[in-house]
Protein backbone atom coordinates (compact mmCIF):
# COMPACT_ATOMS: atom_id res chain seq x y z
CA UNK A 1 0.00 0.00 0.00
CA UNK A 2 2.48 2.27 0.96
CA UNK A 3 4.59 1.64 -2.27
CA UNK A 4 1.62 2.66 -4.06
CA UNK A 5 1.39 5.47 -2.69
CA UNK A 6 4.95 6.49 -2.88
CA UNK A 7 4.51 5.81 -6.30
CA UNK A 8 2.05 7.96 -6.70
CA UNK A 9 3.21 11.21 -5.40
CA UNK A 10 6.86 11.00 -6.88
CA UNK A 11 4.91 10.61 -10.23
CA UNK A 12 3.11 14.22 -9.62
CA UNK A 13 6.08 15.90 -9.37
CA UNK A 14 6.61 16.32 -12.70
CA UNK A 15 3.22 17.56 -13.04
CA UNK A 16 3.33 19.86 -10.37
CA UNK A 17 6.55 21.73 -12.49
CA UNK A 18 4.27 21.98 -15.90
CA UNK A 19 1.39 23.66 -13.78
CA UNK A 20 4.39 25.79 -11.94
CA UNK A 21 5.52 26.83 -15.40
CA UNK A 22 2.19 27.73 -16.80
CA UNK A 23 0.92 29.75 -14.09
CA UNK A 24 4.00 31.73 -14.33
CA UNK A 25 4.26 32.44 -17.74
CA UNK A 26 0.37 32.65 -17.94
CA UNK A 27 0.40 35.77 -15.13
CA UNK A 28 3.27 37.28 -16.83
CA UNK A 29 1.80 37.68 -20.31
CA UNK A 30 -0.93 39.84 -18.83
CA UNK A 31 -1.35 43.18 -19.73
CA UNK A 32 0.64 45.57 -17.41
CA UNK A 33 3.61 46.79 -15.49
CA UNK A 34 3.75 45.16 -12.03
CA UNK A 35 6.82 47.95 -11.38
CA UNK A 36 4.83 50.63 -12.11
CA UNK A 37 1.71 49.79 -10.58
CA UNK A 38 3.80 49.71 -7.33
CA UNK A 39 5.80 53.15 -8.12
CA UNK A 40 2.50 54.90 -9.22
CA UNK A 41 1.47 56.90 -11.66
CA UNK A 42 3.57 59.68 -10.94
CA UNK A 43 6.73 57.80 -10.58
CA UNK A 44 9.70 58.54 -12.70
CA UNK A 45 10.97 56.02 -15.51
CA UNK A 46 14.08 55.86 -13.47
CA UNK A 47 12.06 55.32 -10.21
CA UNK A 48 10.50 52.60 -12.01
CA UNK A 49 13.11 51.01 -13.39
CA UNK A 50 14.60 50.58 -10.08
CA UNK A 51 11.80 48.64 -8.82
CA UNK A 52 12.21 46.92 -11.34
CA UNK A 53 15.38 45.79 -10.73
CA UNK A 54 15.03 45.12 -7.44
CA UNK A 55 11.70 42.70 -8.18
CA UNK A 56 13.90 41.14 -10.66
CA UNK A 57 11.99 41.72 -13.44
CA UNK A 58 14.69 43.03 -15.57
CA UNK A 59 16.34 39.53 -16.34
CA UNK A 60 15.31 36.55 -18.98
CA UNK A 61 11.75 35.01 -18.05
CA UNK A 62 13.18 31.84 -17.68
CA UNK A 63 16.02 32.75 -15.06
CA UNK A 64 13.04 34.61 -13.58
CA UNK A 65 11.13 31.39 -12.94
CA UNK A 66 13.90 29.33 -11.83
CA UNK A 67 14.21 32.29 -8.82
CA UNK A 68 10.08 31.85 -8.58
CA UNK A 69 10.51 27.78 -8.09
CA UNK A 70 13.16 28.83 -5.59
CA UNK A 71 10.95 30.90 -3.17
CA UNK A 72 8.63 28.73 -3.80
CA UNK A 73 10.36 25.80 -2.25
CA UNK A 74 11.54 28.06 1.02
CA UNK A 75 8.10 28.73 1.28
CA UNK A 76 8.12 32.51 -0.11
CA UNK A 77 5.08 33.36 -2.72
CA UNK A 78 5.95 37.44 -1.92
CA UNK A 79 5.09 40.12 -1.14
CA UNK A 80 1.07 42.15 -2.54
CA UNK A 81 1.23 44.94 -4.77
CA UNK A 82 -1.64 46.72 -2.97
CA UNK A 83 -1.07 45.91 0.47
CA UNK A 84 2.48 45.16 0.86
CA UNK A 85 1.92 42.43 3.53
CA UNK A 86 3.74 38.82 2.66
CA UNK A 87 1.45 36.95 -0.04
CA UNK A 88 1.16 33.90 2.46
CA UNK A 89 0.13 36.04 5.58
CA UNK A 90 -2.89 36.91 3.08
CA UNK A 91 -3.98 33.56 1.74
CA UNK A 92 -2.80 31.89 5.86
CA UNK A 93 -5.86 34.43 6.95
CA UNK A 94 -8.20 33.56 4.32
CA UNK A 95 -7.80 29.60 3.66
CA UNK A 96 -9.21 28.29 6.55
CA UNK A 97 -13.00 29.90 5.98
CA UNK A 98 -12.97 28.81 2.42
CA UNK A 99 -11.61 25.57 3.16
CA UNK A 100 -14.56 25.60 6.41
CA UNK A 101 -17.19 26.07 3.26
CA UNK A 102 -15.86 23.83 0.65
CA UNK A 103 -15.67 20.49 4.21
CA UNK A 104 -19.19 21.45 4.81
CA UNK A 105 -20.49 21.91 0.79
CA UNK A 106 -18.65 18.50 0.23
CA UNK A 107 -20.09 16.41 3.37
CA UNK A 108 -23.85 17.55 3.03
CA UNK A 109 -23.68 17.26 -0.20
CA UNK A 110 -21.94 13.32 -0.21
CA UNK A 111 -24.98 12.36 2.18
CA UNK A 112 -27.64 13.55 0.78
CA UNK A 113 -26.57 12.49 -3.01
CA UNK A 114 -25.82 9.13 -1.81
CA UNK A 115 -29.15 8.76 -0.11
CA UNK A 116 -31.49 9.83 -2.78
CA UNK A 117 -29.32 7.92 -5.12
CA UNK A 118 -29.73 4.90 -3.25
CA UNK A 119 -33.35 5.46 -2.43
CA UNK A 120 -33.84 6.25 -5.83
CA UNK A 121 -32.49 2.94 -7.17
CA UNK A 122 -34.05 0.73 -4.55
CA UNK A 123 -37.32 2.22 -5.70
CA UNK A 124 -36.85 2.55 -9.45
CA UNK A 125 -39.70 3.80 -11.71
CA UNK A 126 -41.94 4.51 -8.22
CA UNK A 127 -42.74 7.60 -6.67
CA UNK A 128 -39.13 7.85 -4.36
CA UNK A 129 -37.18 7.93 -7.31
CA UNK A 130 -39.08 10.64 -9.37
CA UNK A 131 -39.18 13.22 -6.59
CA UNK A 132 -35.34 11.85 -6.24
CA UNK A 133 -34.93 12.91 -9.86
CA UNK A 134 -36.83 16.07 -9.70
CA UNK A 135 -34.23 17.37 -6.94
CA UNK A 136 -31.47 16.16 -8.38
CA UNK A 137 -32.31 17.95 -11.86
CA UNK A 138 -33.09 20.99 -10.06
CA UNK A 139 -29.89 20.82 -8.38
CA UNK A 140 -27.94 20.86 -11.36
CA UNK A 141 -30.16 23.84 -13.36
CA UNK A 142 -29.74 26.15 -11.36
CA UNK A 143 -26.79 28.38 -11.21
CA UNK A 144 -25.31 28.73 -7.55
CA UNK A 145 -25.44 32.41 -7.52
CA UNK A 146 -29.00 32.69 -8.12
CA UNK A 147 -29.46 29.74 -5.45
CA UNK A 148 -27.48 32.31 -3.33
CA UNK A 149 -29.22 35.22 -4.02
CA UNK A 150 -33.00 33.29 -3.17
CA UNK A 151 -31.44 31.96 0.01
CA UNK A 152 -30.75 35.87 0.63
CA UNK A 153 -33.76 37.16 -0.37
CA UNK A 154 -35.84 34.40 1.70
CA UNK A 155 -33.86 33.36 5.35
CA UNK A 156 -31.99 36.81 5.43
CA UNK A 157 -34.29 39.91 4.02
CA UNK A 158 -37.55 38.32 4.51
CA UNK A 159 -37.23 36.41 7.94
CA UNK A 160 -34.19 37.70 9.22
CA UNK A 161 -33.11 34.12 10.34
CA UNK A 162 -29.25 34.19 9.01
CA UNK A 163 -26.69 36.70 8.32
CA UNK A 164 -26.18 37.91 4.47
CA UNK A 165 -22.60 37.56 5.05
CA UNK A 166 -19.18 37.60 6.57
CA UNK A 167 -18.04 34.62 8.87
CA UNK A 168 -18.57 34.80 12.08
CA UNK A 169 -20.54 31.96 13.28
CA UNK A 170 -21.60 28.73 12.22
CA UNK A 171 -24.82 30.84 11.22
CA UNK A 172 -22.79 31.86 7.90
CA UNK A 173 -22.15 28.82 6.81
CA UNK A 174 -25.15 27.88 6.09
CA UNK A 175 -26.40 29.21 3.33
CA UNK A 176 -22.92 29.78 1.03
CA UNK A 177 -22.61 25.93 1.95
CA UNK A 178 -25.93 25.29 0.80
CA UNK A 179 -25.65 27.13 -2.66
CA UNK A 180 -22.37 25.68 -3.12
CA UNK A 181 -23.06 22.07 -2.56
CA UNK A 182 -26.47 22.10 -4.02
CA UNK A 183 -25.46 21.47 -7.71
CA UNK A 184 -22.97 18.62 -6.59
CA UNK A 185 -25.32 17.19 -4.42
CA UNK A 186 -27.49 16.64 -7.71
CA UNK A 187 -24.96 15.23 -9.45
CA UNK A 188 -23.83 12.72 -6.92
CA UNK A 189 -27.29 11.34 -6.90
CA UNK A 190 -27.19 10.81 -10.28
CA UNK A 191 -24.24 8.95 -10.28
CA UNK A 192 -25.07 6.90 -7.33
CA UNK A 193 -28.32 5.83 -8.78
CA UNK A 194 -26.80 4.72 -12.17
CA UNK A 195 -23.88 2.91 -10.37
CA UNK A 196 -26.14 0.75 -8.09
CA UNK A 197 -28.67 0.09 -10.48
CA UNK A 198 -26.23 -1.34 -12.59
CA UNK A 199 -24.08 -3.23 -9.77
CA UNK A 200 -27.98 -3.98 -8.51
CA UNK A 201 -27.70 -6.37 -12.02
CA UNK A 202 -24.50 -8.41 -11.55
CA UNK A 203 -24.07 -12.07 -10.82
CA UNK A 204 -22.84 -11.76 -7.63
CA UNK A 205 -25.77 -10.00 -6.80
CA UNK A 206 -28.39 -12.57 -8.27
CA UNK A 207 -25.83 -15.37 -6.27
CA UNK A 208 -26.87 -13.47 -3.24
CA UNK A 209 -30.71 -13.34 -3.52
CA UNK A 210 -30.44 -17.11 -4.45
CA UNK A 211 -28.94 -18.20 -1.45
CA UNK A 212 -31.57 -15.93 0.29
CA UNK A 213 -30.27 -12.61 1.17
CA UNK A 214 -32.80 -9.66 2.12
CA UNK A 215 -32.40 -6.45 0.33
CA UNK A 216 -30.95 -4.32 2.82
CA UNK A 217 -27.87 -7.17 3.06
CA UNK A 218 -27.77 -6.74 -0.74
CA UNK A 219 -27.32 -3.34 -1.16
CA UNK A 220 -26.17 -2.07 2.12
CA UNK A 221 -23.53 -5.34 2.17
CA UNK A 222 -22.52 -5.94 -1.12
CA UNK A 223 -23.75 -3.57 -3.75
CA UNK A 224 -23.34 -0.21 -2.01
CA UNK A 225 -19.39 -0.30 -1.38
CA UNK A 226 -19.22 -1.59 -5.54
CA UNK A 227 -21.10 1.22 -6.72
CA UNK A 228 -18.91 4.17 -4.65
CA UNK A 229 -16.04 4.18 -7.32
CA UNK A 230 -17.44 6.41 -9.56
CA UNK A 231 -19.58 8.31 -7.19
CA UNK A 232 -15.73 8.99 -5.20
CA UNK A 233 -14.51 9.97 -8.82
CA UNK A 234 -17.30 12.49 -9.18
CA UNK A 235 -16.82 13.97 -4.96
CA UNK A 236 -13.26 14.21 -5.25
CA UNK A 237 -13.01 15.83 -9.16
CA UNK A 238 -16.18 18.47 -7.11
CA UNK A 239 -14.17 18.77 -4.04
CA UNK A 240 -11.35 20.17 -6.51
CA UNK A 241 -13.43 22.33 -8.44
CA UNK A 242 -15.53 23.57 -5.13
CA UNK A 243 -12.50 25.04 -4.00
CA UNK A 244 -11.90 27.54 -6.69
CA UNK A 245 -15.28 26.83 -7.67
CA UNK A 246 -16.15 29.16 -4.25
CA UNK A 247 -15.55 32.36 -5.92
CA UNK A 248 -18.51 33.40 -7.26
CA UNK A 249 -20.51 32.42 -4.05
CA UNK A 250 -18.21 34.18 -1.62
CA UNK A 251 -18.93 37.35 -3.53
CA UNK A 252 -22.46 36.86 -3.24
CA UNK A 253 -22.51 35.84 0.43
CA UNK A 254 -19.10 38.81 1.03
CA UNK A 255 -17.62 35.41 2.41
CA UNK A 256 -13.90 36.28 3.80
CA UNK A 257 -12.32 33.69 1.67
CA UNK A 258 -9.87 32.66 -0.85
CA UNK A 259 -12.29 33.35 -3.96
CA UNK A 260 -13.18 36.66 -2.37
CA UNK A 261 -9.98 37.76 -2.08
CA UNK A 262 -9.29 36.41 -5.78
CA UNK A 263 -11.58 39.00 -6.86
CA UNK A 264 -10.39 41.68 -5.39
CA UNK A 265 -6.97 40.91 -6.29
CA UNK A 266 -7.52 41.17 -9.66
CA UNK A 267 -9.34 44.39 -9.60
CA UNK A 268 -6.36 45.79 -8.12
CA UNK A 269 -3.72 43.71 -10.58
CA UNK A 270 -2.79 42.62 -7.69
CA UNK A 271 0.14 39.98 -9.15
CA UNK A 272 1.41 38.25 -6.67
CA UNK A 273 -1.45 37.45 -4.58
CA UNK A 274 -3.25 36.11 -8.07
CA UNK A 275 -0.36 33.85 -9.28
CA UNK A 276 -0.58 32.13 -5.73
CA UNK A 277 -3.84 31.75 -5.17
CA UNK A 278 -4.45 30.19 -8.63
CA UNK A 279 -1.30 27.68 -7.58
CA UNK A 280 -2.59 27.04 -4.79
CA UNK A 281 -6.21 26.07 -6.39
CA UNK A 282 -4.10 24.21 -8.97
CA UNK A 283 -1.88 22.22 -6.10
CA UNK A 284 -5.45 21.60 -3.98
CA UNK A 285 -6.86 19.90 -7.19
CA UNK A 286 -3.71 17.61 -7.31
CA UNK A 287 -3.64 16.73 -4.09
CA UNK A 288 -7.56 15.88 -4.20
CA UNK A 289 -7.41 13.13 -7.57
CA UNK A 290 -4.37 11.85 -5.20
CA UNK A 291 -6.62 11.38 -2.11
CA UNK A 292 -9.16 10.05 -4.58
CA UNK A 293 -6.47 7.80 -6.06
CA UNK A 294 -5.70 6.00 -2.53
CA UNK A 295 -9.32 5.66 -1.54
CA UNK A 296 -10.11 3.75 -5.21
CA UNK A 297 -7.52 1.34 -3.89
CA UNK A 298 -9.38 0.76 -0.33
CA UNK A 299 -12.33 -0.15 -2.31
CA UNK A 300 -10.93 -2.11 -5.15
CA UNK A 301 -7.19 -3.17 -3.73
CA UNK A 302 -6.59 -4.83 -7.23
CA UNK A 303 -5.53 -1.14 -8.04
CA UNK A 304 -2.78 -0.72 -6.24
CA UNK A 305 -1.40 -3.94 -8.39
CA UNK A 306 -2.20 -2.44 -11.90
Not at 18 to 37: E, K, N, Q, T
Not at 66 to 83: A, C, E, H, N, R
Not at 229 to 236: D, H, K, L, N, Y
Not at 275 to 285: D, G, M, P, R, V
Amino acid sequence: MWQYIVKRVIGLIPLILVVSFVIFMFIHLIPGDPARLIAGKEATIEEVQEIRVSLGLDKPIIEQYFVYLKDLLTGDLGYSIQSGAPVSELIGERIMPTLGLTFISIIWALVVGILIGVVSAVFRNKWPDHLGMVVAVSGISLPNFWVGLVLIQLFSVQLGWLPTGGADDWKSYLMPSFALGAGIMAMIARFMRSSLMETMKQDYIRTGRAKGLGGNAIVFGHALKNSLIPVVTIAGLQFGFLLGGSVVVETVFSFPGLGRLLIDSIQFRDYPVVQAEILLFSLQFILVNLLVDIVYSFLNPKIRYQ
